[in-house]
């Protein structure tokens, strides 16, 4: 079953700086909204973050994710080939099989 990738720190919640593994930011409410609409359509969202690796934080992503978002999601570090896209506030986004750069990189400044 294909699935979508939502980072957590910055995307789907709040995030200045690390303040712990279960120091969690407040909701992005458009985001939640969003991922609140592909939940109704039935759209399998997984969490996908760098914290995935840290026991306590998942605890914590996934009570949080059921005060706001109404069930709790996988969260993983990982994706594979059902992952369909993912939105993350880090990300450049490339054409497939060409390379191209489509968004702008913090790198292109430098």
């Given at each position: 079953?294909?699935?979508?990738?939502v980072?957590?720190?910055g995307t789907l919640a709040q995030y200045e700086?690390?303040?712990?593994p279960t120091e969690l930011g407040e909701p992005i409410l458009p985001m939640i909204q969003r991922v609140r609409r592909w939940l109704d359509d039935g759209i399998e969202v997984r969490i996908v973050t760098a914290r995935a690796n840290l026991d306590e934080s998942v605890k914590a992503i996934g009570l949080?994710?059921?005060k706001y978002?109404?069930?709790p999601l996988?969260?993983?570090d990982q994706k594979d080939f059902a992952m369909i896209e993912i939105w993350d506030d880090?990300?450049?986004t490339v054409e497939?099989?060409?390379?191209?750069?489509l968004t702008p990189s913090l790198l292109d400044e430098k």
């Open positions: 079953m294909s699935w979508v990738g980072d957590f720190d700086e690390w303040r712990g949080w994710s059921i978002l109404g069930q996988v969260v993983t880090r990300a450049v497939r099989n060409t390379g191209r750069q």
